[in-house]
């Protein structure tokens, strides 16, 4: 296949448009395979092509030659020998920039001078193609600066009707064109980078499909957030023209992207204090959306402090928000609650991708569930100690029963762990073993996997409370981590000592494994709010 891609944006490969181009054929090359295409490129900022001059020498002239002499000769030769026109350019004035107006003008001699009819209703008189066009196809990828490309293009589109023939060539148009240049907003721009790749396959396998020119036209973010990150961008204060410090109008930024459905009645206001710049803005979060504050009127119930170029670098994705933090690049003062949710808040909590990711990710069937590795063990614990006869039938049931029931649930390797070392030891109890030896034994064994878990892996409780804490996610955050070695170390301690002192004190077993756990279960509850915290204030 042979491809020739117009790139009509005076940036040339800094073009915002020219990254969907690039995504595009990326996907024709996944449908048909690099060896099989062929691609031409022409940048109207760097070609030579003149405009027209409208003195119809190439209509006079046999062979159709210009009387300029200029790139235009070959960009024909290109468009003659392309199977594939992908026409690439930005909006400008709702219509194609001048130097691609120009290049379209100046395909004047790829048509003979004379009148003819046209068979699809566009306009009232057409020529005839001097070359054999037919069967040959094009594209148009285009972005434009509104929050949507719809309506905007009408006079485009009336262009290439008359050129290439009503639907007779695709599309793919785009709003909120700059935000391809945003490396804070990658997430967002990728998921629609990937969709005009699976349009580029779609369409070497004979066109885009529906569903997916529909998903094309969904804005990139809600028009709110879009423009008022957009008016943000300038860094020039609305209401007093003035230039405003890149900070703030960052900040701006920012919050523009505040999800205002987090809104949960409780006053909440962000101050970001930028440590390097002396610059500091509150950021108050409302039912309605979020408010940029600069005079210091309002109180901050949470405080970020930080340098302006680490928040940067955590925007961008360069380094994750909670790694600087456990790194004291920055520290945080106040509600630490905020920082917790920061997702909730200023995720891109309006777009479709995000909706999809945040209804996986909040599906509680698929967490896993500490019942599933606690059941195995409670039930040895209680059936045993009331009964050595009848206590492996009913541990026997409780595990089959757990098992059932925990399929709904994401299962981990602990559930399984705590499964078979339960039955176990329900096995050594049926060959004789005494309960004064399998009760101490069991502490040990439900100890251990607290603390090797710790020590070793990936701590036991941090996947049972993951779902809490945005899902798997959590299992990079350092601190997250961090906090729940601490925790299972906390518990793995507790059940070491209550086997010494089941196996020293048989007679206390029962007291000791009621009372003992006690102590642990504040510790968590306490420890798990305040230690991220305490790292947090640095
Ligand atoms: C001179 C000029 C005119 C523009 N006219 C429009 C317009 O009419 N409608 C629109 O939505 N965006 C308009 N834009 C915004 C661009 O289409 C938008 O920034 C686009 O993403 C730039 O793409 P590029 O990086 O590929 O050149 C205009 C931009 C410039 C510089």
Not at 198 to 218: D, M, N, P, V, Y
Not at 319 to 329: E, M, P, T
Not at 421 to 430: D, I, K, M, Q
Request: charged letters at 15%; one cysteine or more; hydrophobic letters at 45%.
């Amino acid at each position: 296949m042979n491809i020739l891609v117009i790139n009509g944006s005076p940036k040339g490969e800094r073009s915002n448009t020219y990254r969907l181009t690039q995504a595009f054929l990326a996907g024709i090359a996944d449908s048909q395979g690099e060896d099989a295409m062929e691609v031409r490129t022409i940048e109207t900022s760097k070609a030579d092509i003149r405009p027209c001059l409208g003195c119809f020498t190439c209509w006079r002239s046999e062979t159709g030659t210009c009387c300029l002499h200029d790139d235009m000769a070959s960009v024909i030769e290109s468009r003659v020998w392309a199977d594939v026109t992908i026409w690439s350019f930005p909006l400008y004035y709702f219509s194609v920039p001048g130097p691609l107006k120009n290049l379209i003008d100046r395909q004047l001699p790829m048509s003979l001078p004379f009148m003819e009819e046209r068979s699809d209703n566009v306009g009232n008189g057409s020529h005839p193609s001097r070359y054999e066009m037919s069967g040959k196809r094009n594209v148009i990828i285009s972005t434009c600066g509104f929050y949507t490309a719809e309506g905007n293009y009408d006079g485009v589109q009336s262009l290439f009707d008359h050129m290439c023939g009503r639907n007779n060539y695709e599309q793919v148009l785009c709003g909120q064109g700059e935000l391809f240049r945003v490396p804070e907003l990658h997430e967002r721009t990728d998921a629609y980078l990937q969709l005009v790749r699976r349009a580029g396959s779609e369409f070497a396998r004979g066109g885009i499909a529906r569903e997916t020119t529909e998903e094309l036209g969904q804005p990139l973010f809600a028009r709110q957030t879009f423009e008022a990150m957009a008016d943000a961008s300038w860094g020039i204060s609305r209401e007093t023209g003035e230039a405003e410090d890149e900070a703030i109008s960052f900040t701006r930024q920012m919050a523009a992207l505040y999800n205002p459905a987090s809104f949960d009645g409780t006053q909440r206001v962000l101050e970001m204090d930028y440590t390097d710049r002396g610059v500091s803005c509150c950021i108050v979060l409302g039912a309605e959306g979020a408010t940029v504050v600069t005079d210091g009127s309002v109180s901050p119930t949470t405080s970020v402090h930080t340098p302006y170029a680490v928040w940067q670098e955590i925007a961008q994705g360069k380094v994750s928000g909670v790694d600087a933090l456990a790194q004291h690049r920055y520290s945080v003062t106040g509600d630490f609650d905020l920082m917790v949710r920061w997702d909730e808040f200023f995720g891109d909590g309006g777009s479709a991708a995000a909706r999809r990711n945040a209804e996986a990710s909040a599906s509680p069937a698929r967490q896993p569930t500490m019942l599933a590795m606690l059941t195995p063990w409670v039930a040895f614990w209680t059936a045993m100690s009331i009964s050595v006869a009848t206590g492996p039938a009913i541990v026997i049931a409780a595990c089959a029963l757990t098992i059932l029931w925990s399929f709904r649930h994401e299962r981990v390797i602990y559930d399984t762990l705590s499964l078979a070392a339960v039955l176990v030891l329900v096995a050594a109890s049926l060959v004789g073993v005494p309960l004064a030896l399998l009760l101490p034994a069991s502490f040990l064994v439900f100890g251990l996997m607290w603390l090797v878990s710790a020590l070793w892996f990936t701590p036991l409780s941090a996947y049972y409370v993951k779902g809490s804490y945005g899902g798997d996610k959590a299992l990079q955050n350092a601190i997250y981590l961090q906090t729940n070695r601490i925790i299972c170390v906390v518990w793995g301690i507790t059940y070491l000592a209550a086997a010494v002192s089941a196996l020293l004190a048989p007679a206390a077993t029962p007291l000791i494994s009621e009372l003992l756990p006690l102590p642990a279960a504040v510790f968590t509850v306490v420890f798990q709010r305040w230690y991220p915290a305490h790292v947090a204030r640095g």
